[in-house]
């Protein structure tokens, strides 16, 4: 069952096998991917997890039944990106879209901490989910290093700084479907 780990992170296991489409590697142009070694999706990062830890008393016990009893089904979506992140360790991924109830969650979750009176800072980054994704490939030899998506404007931002040639920090570039998922 989900729970909160040490941190106040909270991620979804993604079995293989709903992800039959991965092959062995990737090539996009020059640059080799491989399958990540473990395959999730992020409810709550480690920039959230923070906040989350300090209210653990507080908020804690809740977000983890809460976390229990919730729909974490998805469904792959069609969207694909190519992320490189130049620093602090250079890093490229492929990432999926998917549709989960994360916003859904971040709602209640946000109420909940409202009411319970947290930080302003936690209530501030529950108002602001992660865009529903999978890591699918990572350039980590190992497979284990993947790229950070903490809020839908994160993406965006990295959209347009792929779309300017701006490699001054996280770059997203949209692949086509059929390249990453073969259908």
Known sequence: MPQLSERGTLII???????????????????????????????FGFSIGKHIHKARGVLGAWLDAEAEKWDWGFTLGRQCFHLRQPAPRALDTVVV??????????????????????????????????????????????????????????LEAAIARGKAGDAGGLQAWEVAAEVILGR
């Open 13 to 43: 296991p993604v079995e293989r096998a709903a992800l039959a489409f991965l092959r062995e590697s990737l090539a996009l142009g020059e640059l080799g991917l491989v399958p990540k070694a473990e395959h999730h999706f992020t409810v």
């Open 97 to 154: 879209r998917i549709e989960a109830k994360i916003a859904e969650f971040f709602a209640r979750a946000e109420a909940e901490a409202r009411a319970r009176g947290v930080s302003a800072e936690l209530v501030a980054a529950l108002a602001a989910p992660p865009p529903p994704h999978i890591t699918l490939y990572t350039s980590d030899p190992e497979g284990k290093a993947g790229i950070g998506l903490n809020r839908v404007a994160d």
